[in-house]
């Protein structure tokens, strides 16, 4: 929204700079996003009179003209009468006529904020000299029209500045109108420039015409239907006033001042009538809407019977842009008898259009439900100054007073008399809460130190109802101020005009109880840290996918929440994992020149097949990991995965265990091979973690994985657990050597590793000595068919040295028991 | 219709038998059914046509699914119990000075460290949630113009990937009841991942990361809240800061208030510089109503800001887009 700094001047005193209003405004009000010096654009410019104006020879519509600029532009030549000679093609010029001229040496308006703004000269145009031009109001960046020059309506001496007679020496305020969602009196030049008083701790008085809610419409001059109009849902429109108007002077203009404040603020200057509209929707924030009353009559079968109401299922409606869209029992509708004839609050039907031949106007001014408005807005997509004021929720109250000014202004600007009654339906009407509230809450509320009677100043500044007495503050808001429900918007409203700057800062007390960072935070931090110091890179990657990306590694999209308004397919799906997200990453990681890495993330993700909590899909946390070399290695990658989430489990003090991974039908476990791929166990607990694995061919294929390539995906939600299982696992040092034996066993090649090691601890366990188990080495020779595992033991008594014939002794029961067990011959 | 499922089943049970699944397509019984088409009534044809076209596409998916087995059939299985593969040694792991962290959840640790320290809990913000939880919760009305500022995304049963931590405010303010109740009071932030439907590029991003603060007491004020905003900022930049407020709107606070700090001089800031860090202001009565908190009894203050802008200002990073890119030529930067 642009507010006109010289507009708000009408209505209130400003006694700071530029600058420092600004300041204000944006400290105590809103946001300013730009403020804009209309007014360096116009300096050059001049009102000139056309003295002469004669065709130029040879030219079909090129006129000699003959200016009068009072003699003020110096560097210009003048003829012996001291006029200037401009050439100008417009088809309106003739002597007699108040121009915009744009001497020689200055710049066109049009052109002031491009990178290389147009500086007019003196040239020759078919032999004769042209001395800068007259302007056309799209030349003078004022509004697109440029089928002529603009002609001037003032009575001002030529020579006179262009910009001191229309008052653009202004500066213009561009708003966010975010932060005024919930203000509708702010969306009109009165209700802000009340603010921009309050703010400067003076008082503001709203004009009488405007603070007057059964307002005087001035003699009706003759006798036409006054319109019925029924609101047939009260919930659709609290209230919809109509009036007729007749006798329009199609040919007159509106003044040239206005149509240059609402050129400033962004509005098309259209005829008379609608301009009246605009120029009070700008001014007040109410907008009003002008049927053709005589088609109104037409489509409503001979009676101008305007109903409010919810769209019908299947009704089709031709707006004023030529759209014929489909109504929607949201919708609000404005009808002449059974037929919709306008979309309400945001735009006219084609059938009902003022156009030339108009003779009887009806003007509406009415309000709508906000909401519907709102619902509306998004489904034909119409963002227009209306529907913009009318989503805010303008008040009821104010039709009167604003329809009451269009008619008095449509008269003085066209001519037109009022013809009907005023039609007022008013289901929606409501009474201002009055509303108490003490000064010791203010106070307590903001953290300041006002009286009671400083509270009720700021209030009647912007003539809120306001009474103190002892501590007690008796406040009813003024009809505009639609917000004002409860206490607490009366305390916003006293701390913001005084500036919540001027608050003393103070810290909460509380007691020295340490908040500790949770649990399941500082073992995502551990985690973080361990594959970090492993030499993983952590990333962040986005919470939706494609469908292809889940098709690729096997899991169905139908188990996903999609998204139905996502930017793009590429972020259309929840993932459920997130090692395809980490596999989408490689290959380009390794285009872009990275032979060997590791990516990891912890992030979150949802399926459909896991049961609502509380009503909303379950969230679950994940570790994913991929570790890749471009280089084959000799060594399955597995290992390497293996390795790093082992290094990773020692830091966090938990013993893993891995199982064949086999058949499993869990979307995490979609991408990796079965037969290259583990379940990941803890051993303490027996709480399964996760999996850990190789990928399969197809997924290797579809994502250009190096063959080196493998990764995890693991619950940390499930570590958690398993490390609360924990019991601490420190044993007394002892004060006697060890003794370490290796033993090596010859296996078929499809045994595992694990199954020794489950044989050897089983025994080892039945030995009252403290005891370990390690790997050395796994030797397979090239026919492949055995396989040689060597493992080190190691004993240590508490009490004592043990004897070589002891260990010989341990030895030997380890030896025997594998050899039975697992078919394995000692080597 | 009958024996088009009839030669479904057929070529199905010759897809899974054969080793050369590929070849299926090539069957007699397929170049038959078109030869069929021509043949039949005009009405009948367009789903006789969309059967066999469906029969195509299920085969195909079928002769890939096989082929795959096929090819997976040759995968020499893995000791996966083993420390090592065999003939080899311990693998290493990767080269330490490799490893990097990701500036966001460095700094969005630091934050909550912060946080932490100055008594506030912290939560995890969700990445799907209701309406409700969303908006309804938080003073919104259904239709209210004020969610058109969130450019929310839905999912088809309705569910919202949050556009704001405030999703969590409402859940925050009910597991602190008790513990307000009880003469204490409520402190807790919460972070994580929020998203918009925006289009992406150097200065907007559809997912970003928030940090939202909430504060419930008897005696809270706004005082309080400036306190602890500008508390924080100062441990986080080690050093004295400015603030400046502007008002704001946001349904769920009341007064509401836009918060900016200075620039700080280690980010090059000069005085007169400021930095619009978040929205912030006293919980709305509604909000403390829809918690079943007494907002006549308790008072309660809430902010909400990006987590983003911190670190592109620390780091001097160019582009929002670096950080959801996987991208290891940035990532190493951050060794």
Redesign the interface.
Known sequence: MIISVNWLKKFTDIDVSIDELATLIGARLVEIETVVDLGKKYQDVLVAQVVECAELEGSDHLNVTKLDDGGVWLNVERDDNGYVQVVCGAPNVRAGILVAWLPPQSIVPETADDAEPFVLGARKLRGAMSNGMIASARELALFDEHDGILELDTDAAPGTKFADVYELNDYLLDIENKSLTHRPDCFGIIGFAREVAAIQGKPFHTPEWLAQLTPDFGEKQGDIMTPTVTIDDPELSARYQAVVLSGADGTKKTPLYIQTYLARVGVRPINAVVDVTNYLMMLTGQPLHAFDYDKLVKVGGGAADIHVRSGRVGEKLTLLDDRTIELTPEDIVIAAGETAIGLAGAMGGADTEIDESTKNIIIESATFSLYSLRATQMRHGIFSEAITRFTKGQPAELTAPVVADAVRLIAEWTGATRVSDVADSYPGKRDLPVIELTATQVNATLGTTYSVEQMRETLRNVEFDATASDDTLTVQAPYWRSDIHIAEDVIEEIGRINSYDAITLKLPHRDFTAVHPSDFDELRTAMRKALVRAGASEVLTYSFIHGDILRKVGQDPADSYRITNSISPDLQYYRQSLTPSLLGLVNSNVKNGYDQFALFEMNKVHSKTAELVEGVPAEMHRLGFVLVNKKDQASAPYYQAKRILDYMAQLLGMELSYKPLGDSNLALSKPFEPRRSARVVDVSSGQPLGVIGEYKKSVARGFKLPNYAAGFELLPEAIAIALNHKAPAYTPLSRYPSSERDICFQVAHDVTYQQIIDVTRNVLDTIDISSTVEPVDVYEPADGTTKNITVRLKFTAAERTLTGDEVTDFVARVASEVTAKIDAKIV | MTNIEDLRQTLFARVSATNEPREILKAAELKQLYTVLPTLDPSERGAYGKAVNELKVTLEAAIVARE?EL??AT??????????????A?????????????P??REL?NV??IF??M??????S?????DE?MFGALNF??????R??YDT?????G?I?PAHTSTMQNRILKAGKAKLEAGG?I?AVSYG?V?R????DATHE??FYQCEGV?V?E??????M???L??FFETYYGQKLK???????F?FV?????FAIEKPAALGGKPGDWLEMLGCG?I??NVLRSADIDPEKY?GFAWGGGIERLVMLKYGIEDLRH??S????F??KFA
């Open positions: 795959n090819e997976d995968i020499e299985p893995l000791d996966v119990t083993a420390p090592w593969d065999v003939n080899s311990l693998p290493a792991l990767l080269p330490t000075e490799q490893g990097t962290q990701h966001l959840t640790e909550i460290d932490t320290r008594g506030f809990e912290a939560i995890e969700r990445q799907i949630d209701d939880h009305p259904a239709n209210h113009p004020a058109d500022g995304f839905r999912t088809e049963e569910f990937p009071h402190a991942r998203f439907n925006e289009d992406v559809h997912t504060y007491s005696t809270a004020t706004l005082g309080e400036l306190g602890t500008q508390g603030i400046k407020t502007q008002p704001g709107y349904p009341e007064p509401g208030l836009e006293m709305h009565p008072r950080f959801e996987g991208k290891l030529a990532l190493r």
